[in-house]
């Protein structure tokens, strides 16, 4: 069996005056797909900014390769971990052909 890609242990998110979980726990092997569901507001964006090292749990620990995620360089968290947001804002809007003339 291989090693976990990603594994939380005691996993707690919060937002103010409200916890979303607690005591989450799981570990993901590469080639394994996971989907996270739920009804709005329950935390499924908040958890994956999390996981992704943009915001700290308010509890527990996140392991990216067996090396806790808050120890990694922002290098080495990028070169590890993506994420890819449904919607996004962009400040500077220009297409490919754009950025090239430029």
């Given at each position: 069996m291989s090693?976990?890609?990603?594994?939380?242990?005691?996993?707690?998110?919060?937002?103010?005056e409200r916890i979303?979980?607690?005591?989450?726990a799981f570990e993901i092997r590469a080639g394994e797909c996971w989907v996270m569901v739920g009804p709005n507001g329950a935390g499924k964006t908040t958890m994956l900014n999390t996981l992704a090292g943009l915001r700290p749990p308010a509890a527990g620990?996140?392991?990216?390769h067996?090396?806790?995620l808050a120890?990694?360089?922002?290098?080495?968290r990028a070169r590890?971990?993506?994420?890819?947001?449904?919607d996004t804002a962009d400040a500077f809007p220009a297409t490919a052909f754009e950025v090239a003339l430029a």
């Open positions: 090693s976990p890609v990603l594994a939380c242990h005691q996993l707690a998110l919060a937002v103010p979303l979980c607690r005591d989450v620990s996140i392991h990216v067996g090396t806790p120890a990694l360089a922002p290098r080495a590890a971990l993506g994420l890819m947001p449904q």
